[in-house]
């Protein structure tokens, strides 16, 4: 997780959400067909998945047969909240001040308290490996 992670457009970013949205693999033809809101080509949202897959944030998942021949489909490398906890381990890198203020401000909006909860316990669990290393 040393490595520093990409960075995509927005455009590349809307297709990984239409992506993890939709929770399985589409063609390029099926990514435009499901995102009514946008007014995306065919060749464009291949372009953006070209992009995607050097960068690793998509891969290819298999084939599925058109109507003359097979187009393949993608699907996330990663999670939606696998991509965030990178994000912020890499700002958490740059500038630990700005972490911890997002942190704050993460904790004192309304969460639920099985959200709270669950921090908690991966706050303890954090501490107890700390313990043990020392």
């Given at each position: 997780?040393?490595?520093?992670?990409?960075?995509?457009?927005?455009?590349?970013?809307?297709?990984?959400?239409?992506?993890?949205?939709e929770?399985?693999?589409?063609?390029?033809?099926?990514?435009?067909?499901?995102?009514?809101?946008?007014?995306w080509?065919?060749?464009?949202?291949?372009?953006?998945?070209?992009?995607l897959?050097?960068?690793?944030?998509?891969?290819?998942?298999?084939?599925?047969?058109?109507?003359?021949?097979?187009?393949?489909?993608?699907?996330?490398?990663?999670?939606?909240?696998?991509?965030?906890?990178?994000?912020?381990q890499?700002?958490?890198?740059?500038?630990?001040?700005?972490?911890?203020?997002?942190?704050?401000?993460?904790?004192?909006?309304?969460?639920?308290?099985?959200?709270?909860?669950?921090?908690?316990?991966?706050?303890?669990?954090?501490l107890?490996?700390?313990d043990?290393?020392?």
């Amino acid at each position: 997780m040393g490595k520093k992670i990409p960075r995509i457009t927005n455009s590349e970013m809307q297709i990984l959400e239409v992506l993890w949205d939709e929770g399985e693999a589409l063609t390029s033809s099926e990514i435009v067909e499901v995102s009514d809101d946008r007014t995306w080509k065919s060749s464009s949202v291949h372009l953006l998945l070209n992009s995607l897959l050097k960068k690793k944030f998509v891969q290819v998942a298999g084939f599925k047969k058109t109507t003359k021949n097979y187009a393949r489909t993608f699907e996330p490398s990663m999670t939606r909240e696998e991509y965030s906890m990178k994000q912020l381990q890499q700002e958490k890198k740059k500038n630990t001040r700005v972490f911890s203020g997002l942190f704050n401000t993460f904790v004192s909006e309304e969460i639920s308290s099985e959200s709270l909860e669950e921090l908690s316990n991966l706050i303890e669990s954090r501490l107890d490996n700390l313990d043990d290393e020392e």
